[in-house]
């Protein structure tokens, strides 16, 4: 059975920092591109950032680029997502997405967890 | 701001069918296969339709998705009380290197 799990969410102060971890099982981790998805309070679903099996390609939203990190261990079957210069518009549930083989899609998702940005 | 323009809700009594539209452009829908995805309240996103017409397995045929151009369609048929929920499209957008989401659509059965 497919699972992601994912830790690290929490209350940090605007400018702070926050590291993000998914723990995947079930599945052969190496062999999928994986993704982060946001979504604020309220608010409807934002991709953050994608990156390949072995990490050599990368990909963000415009708005988390030069401050957010997407990063893998393979042989950890681990997910990060390195939070830096957080803003009060960074507030959300962040999920963790497996990609789907075929296209671009998202066929797994763990169950969230939240961050939230204020003084 | 959202490339992907859908409904903000849409409404059916049980057992009646509901159609769901995603518009977009190009760049996004145009070129690229479309998902669906539908979120229950409170809990996960969970994918509905990929590559625009596929179900999962365990996804019943009662949800069916297709394509058109620049816009997609997630149809529902025999609406049941447990499909309230809010849907989203998706799509890669090959111009600006992005994954887009839709604006969502929340259902609610009458």
């Known amino acids: 059975e497919v699972q992601l799990v994912e830790s690290g969410g929490g209350l940090v102060q605007p400018g702070g920092s926050l590291r993000l971890s998914c723990a995947a099982s079930?599945?052969?981790?190496?062999?999928?591109?994986m993704s982060w998805v946001r979504q604020a309070p309220g608010q409807g679903l934002q991709w953050v950032a994608s990156i390949r099996q072995h990490g050599s390609e990368k990909y963000y939203v415009a708005s988390v680029k030069g401050r957010f990190t997407i990063s893998r261990d393979n042989a950890k079957n681990s997910l990060y997502l390195q939070m830096n210069s957080l803003r009060a518009e960074d507030t959300a549930v962040y999920y963790c997405?497996?990609?789907?083989?075929?296209?671009?899609?998202?066929?797994?998702w763990g169950q969230g967890t939240l961050v939230t940005v204020s003084s | 701001q959202s490339v992907l323009t859908q409904p903000p809700s849409v409404s059916a009594a049980p057992g009646q069918k509901v159609t769901i539209s995603c518009s977009g452009s190009s760049s996004n829908i145009g070129n690229n296969y479309v998902s669906w995805y539908q979120q229950l309240p409170g809990t996960a996103p969970k994918l509905l339709i990929y590559d625009n017409n596929k179900r999962p397995s365990g996804i019943p045929d009662r949800f069916s998705g297709s394509k058109s151009g620049t816009s997609a369609t997630l149809d529902i048929t025999g609406l049941q009380t447990g499909d309230e929920a809010d849907y989203y499209c998706g799509t890669w957008d090959s111009s600006l290197s992005v994954y887009v989401f839709g604006t969502g659509t929340k259902v609610t059965v009458l």
């Open positions: 997405a497996r990609e789907g083989t075929t296209s671009h899609y998202f066929d797994y």
């Open positions: 079930g599945f052969t981790f190496s062999s999928y591109w």
